[in-house]
């Protein structure tokens, strides 16, 4: 009763033999991606650390960089902006469960009913961005006018400080809703029937039904919105860009937008502390797709 | 089913719920129905202060005004030009590296394919600067090529974490039986796995086609001027000169957005099927 277990398998070897095919297969993918995607992070990183205009030399000039962030106003409004955009964009997922809950049924015509629920998605942010700036200009704006008619006064939302972040974001919940309510109607389909019937014979609806029975039957779906809101959210740039080149003021700018500005802008090119700006916002990402990554990590070692 | 089919309520409540569908409708479209029907208008009844009345005729022309008048032409096709390849080339890819991360056991396996899965969420922003420089050095800057073979390698990573899990779905029985046989690896790849394949090649197209077609960062970034840039770029450059002439803009727009519309139109369910990958267990 001593002996060991066989820690050699005989298919060992036979699985070395094969062990440069799927590097192979993997080789041209992983060499785009490489150095597309991941070497240029580490590059950003280290271009954080100097002064360059994206031609001339570069000038190591340390953590100069990062502390000019530290005292710039700028860059808190829009790190204000983001965490405004995250919180406010993370409704897109219970209205798009809302939308969802009310097409799912089986009426005639329910699918063009879906598709069309599903428009917004499919069109590019630039166009949706034009479509509200036409929506909320001032003197012939359809909500302008909406406004006007019940306050008796119009509001020029994107001209406004005050408002003009929540004009956007309004914007960018359109598309997002859509997206959400897609994927919820996806899980909403591949609800277990026999569990809904169970339940209810137990008396349970409405609300008690949506939030014991129905509701963790749809986490997966419920994953998959808040990551792709949430990545969504800090990637915003897009609609800033089209709606408003983050003013007025810079009130509406968000950090990728600032990034980009400062990098590229017609103020001269600031590479080093653009590259800084996108470290801040990638470690912020970073805190996000590391949970992502966690949770699917262990669903891959629970298979 | 939840909530409950409407068929078990009472004939009142289903009839307002037949009425409640085109309505609620019509009021998640306004925006878009706004734009479409502005797209419609002769210039003159917007001078008049004309903008929600039935529009006094039906102005086709602005659509002709904006193809005559701007390079909407050539900017519709480089945005054909940079999508088609990166279509391609994202899609082919991802053919092999998903097969390699599906059907192979080895210690780096999972590795890798988070490494695709982590890169597809980064902010783009922290790519920017050294992928300009990159391309700028490589003297693809302000051309269709730099900026599709950023586009290929970048969706390389979503394509990746698609297919790899498309194909470990499939029976494993068909490879083992192949690879008894004698069938040697690529072979097994080319005549077995890729026939099985299509449905994630058509599903992943269309969404990469939607994807690149909309995208305008990278756009901004890698060109300029109206040889290289795609309609995104395009129509906010337009919009900067038709400073308020809006029947324009929204034919602009609307044009802008019709290729994403008739590729959903065309292969929704497998838009829909690409979409919501992962959304049921």
Redesign the interface.
């Known amino acids: 009763m001593t002996a060991l277990p066989d820690i050699h398998p005989p298919k060992a070897r036979a699985?070395r033999r094969?062990?440069l095919?799927?590097?192979l297969?993997?080789a041209?993918?992983?060499l785009?991606?490489a150095?597309?995607?991941?070497?240029?992070?580490f590059?950003?990183v280290w271009?954080s650390f100097h002064d360059w205009d994206?031609l001339g030399p570069m000038r190591w000039i340390g953590l100069a960089n990062y502390s000019e962030l530290w005292w710039d106003d700028a860059f808190y409004t829009s790190l204000k902006n983001n965490v405004l955009w995250l919180a406010l964009y993370l409704l897109a997922v219970p209205l798009g469960l809302l939308i969802a809950?009310?097409l799912?049924?089986?009426?005639k015509g329910i699918r063009i009913?879906k598709?069309?629920?599903?428009?917004?998605f499919?069109?590019?942010?630039?166009?949706v961005g034009?479509?509200?700036s036409?929506?909320y200009?001032p003197g012939?704006g359809?909500l302008y006018?909406l406004i006007e008619w019940v306050t008796g006064t119009g509001v020029a939302i994107l001209a406004d400080e005050r408002y003009v972040t929540y004009g956007i974001i309004a914007a960018g919940l359109?598309p997002q809703i859509a997206?959400c309510m897609?994927?919820?109607l996806?899980?909403?389909?591949?609800?277990a029937?026999d569990q809904?019937e169970a339940a209810r014979l137990d008396g349970a609806?409405g609300w008690r039904?949506?939030w014991h029975?129905?509701l963790p039957q749809l986490r997966?779906?419920t994953f998959?919105a808040v990551?792709v809101t949430v990545?969504g959210a800090?990637?915003s740039?897009?609609l800033v860009?089209?709606m408003t080149s983050g003013g007025p003021f810079g009130s509406s700018r968000v950090?990728?937008y600032y990034?980009?500005e400062q990098?590229?802008s017609e103020y001269g090119y600031r590479?080093g502390y653009?590259?800084a700006?996108?470290?801040v916002?990638?470690a912020i990402?970073m805190i996000?797709?590391t949970g992502?990554?966690w949770k699917?990590?262990r669903d891959?070692r629970g298979l | 089913m939840f909530p409950r089919p409407i068929q078990t309520m009472s004939p009142a409540f289903q009839r307002s719920y037949k009425i409640a569908l085109p309505i609620m409708l019509v009021l998640w479209l306004l925006p878009l129905l706004g734009v479409a029907l502005t797209s419609l208008r002769p210039s003159g009844d917007l001078a008049a202060g004309n903008y929600f009345g039935i529009p006094s005729r039906i102005a086709f022309e602005n659509y002709a005004d904006v193809f005559r008048n701007s390079p909407i032409a050539q900017y519709l096709l480089n945005s054909f030009r940079i999508t088609i390849p990166t279509v391609i080339g994202a899609v082919g890819l991802s053919c092999l590296t998903g097969y390699a991360l599906a059907v192979y056991k080895f210690r780096l396996s999972l590795v890798v394919f988070f490494m695709f899965v982590a890169g597809n969420f980064v902010p783009f922003q922290i790519l920017m600067v050294p992928v300009r420089d990159l391309t700028v050095n490589m003297g693809l800057y302000n051309t269709v090529t730099g900026l599709a073979l950023f586009h290929i390698a970048f969706q390389t990573g979503f394509c990746t974490l698609f297919m790899r899990n498309f194909i470990k779905a499939l029976p494993r029985e068909l490879i083992e039986a192949a690879r008894v046989e004698g069938v040697n690896e690529w072979q097994i790849f080319w005549h077995i796995v890729l026939p099985l394949v299509r449905p994630a090649i058509a599903a992943l197209s269309v969404l990469v086609f939607t994807f690149i077609w909309n995208d305008y960062f990278w756009a901004m970034v890698l060109t300029t001027g109206a040889e290289t840039q795609p309609i995104t770029a395009g129509l906010n450059s337009l919009n900067g000169q038709w400073v308020a002439a809006w029947h324009l803009v929204s034919a602009g727009s609307i044009l802008a957005a019709m290729p994403p519309v008739l590729m959903f139109f065309l292969m929704q369910r497998h838009f829909i099927a690409g979409l919501t990958l992962g959304a049921v267990k």
């Open positions: 699985r094969n062990s095919t799927p590097w297969f993997l041209p993918g992983m785009m991606f150095v597309y995607v991941l070497i240029p992070i590059q950003s271009v994206g809950l009310f799912n049924q089986t009426v009913y598709s069309l629920f599903f428009f917004p499919v069109i590019s942010q630039v166009v034009l479509i509200f036409w929506f200009a012939f359809l006018v359109w997206y897609i994927l919820y996806t899980g909403l389909n591949a609800v029937p809904i609806k039904m949506l029975v129905v997966p779906a998959i990551v990545i800090l990637r740039f897009d860009s089209i950090l990728s990034m980009y990098a590229l590479m653009g590259a700006i996108a470290v916002l990638f990402m996000f797709i992502f990554i699917m990590w891959e």
